[in-house]
């Protein structure tokens, strides 16, 4: 019925997919890391003749994953990072940017002994532009946490990373590694 009136509508999946590695080391111990992100958005496509061709996303998800693999002749453990986000935008992302803010996405760094959760800080906000007291969150970094303390942060604005606490230089190694690929990923 919809031909009849010239309207098109179709469905479509983008995919985009990037990859890296790199190596990290202090004084006494090393990483290999090897980075992967993916990025799935769906959405309908709707085309009037001449006069209209616009899409609405409906889906969004992404999942990034990165491996820290040692030396071969090392004491450290292989470590992993789990983060993404899966959210309906059924209004379009923009709009669900607007009532919602940025999608969180949240992880964590393990090596199936030890796990820091990572999460997300907002270090910038601003104003909607169609409602006053709205404020729309932006996600400008993250903070990696480890037995319920603030470890250490990375801020994707500044391209930079800071410990808090004292921790092993294991644990230190691991989150400048994770820190990197954030960084990296964001290039």
């Known amino acids: 019925m919809l031909s009849n009136t010239g309207l098109e509508v179709n469905d479509s999946v983008s995919k985009t997919s990037d990859s890296y590695h790199f190596g990290i080391a202090d004084t006494a111990n090393a990483f290999?890391?090897?980075?992967?992100?993916?990025?799935?958005?769906?959405r309908t496509n709707y085309k009037a003749g001449e006069?209209?061709?616009?899409?609405?996303?409906?889906?969004?998800?992404?999942?990034?994953?990165?491996?820290?693999?040692?030396?071969?002749?090392?004491?450290?453990?292989?470590?992993?990072?789990?983060?993404?986000?899966?959210?309906?935008?059924?209004?379009?992302?923009?709009?669900?940017?607007?009532?919602?803010?940025?999608?969180?996405?949240?992880g964590f760094v393990t090596n199936k002994k030890y796990s820091i959760t990572i999460e997300p800080l907002f270090i910038k906000a601003g104003k909607s532009r169609t409602n006053?007291?709205?404020?729309?969150?932006?996600?400008?970094?993250?903070?990696?946490?480890?037995?319920?303390?603030?470890?250490?942060?990375?801020?994707?604005f500044n391209a930079s990373f800071s410990f808090f606490s004292e921790t092993g230089s294991t644990h230190?190694?691991?989150?400048?590694a994770a820190a990197s690929a954030l960084l990296l990923r964001n290039r």
């Open 32 to 42: 290999l890391v090897f980075c992967s992100r993916q990025y799935l958005g769906k």
């Open 51 to 106: 006069k209209a061709d616009f899409s609405i996303a409906s889906q969004q998800s992404s999942k990034f994953s990165a491996a820290f693999i040692p030396p071969a002749k090392t004491t450290m453990d292989e470590w992993y990072v789990e983060m993404g986000y899966n959210r309906a935008t059924p209004d379009g992302v923009i709009a669900a940017t607007i009532r919602e803010g940025m999608p969180l996405e949240n």
């Open 132 to 156: 006053e007291q709205e404020v729309v969150k932006v996600t400008g970094g993250y903070s990696f946490h480890y037995r319920e303390q603030v470890i250490g942060v990375v801020d994707l």
């Open 172 to 176: 230190k190694l691991v989150v400048a």
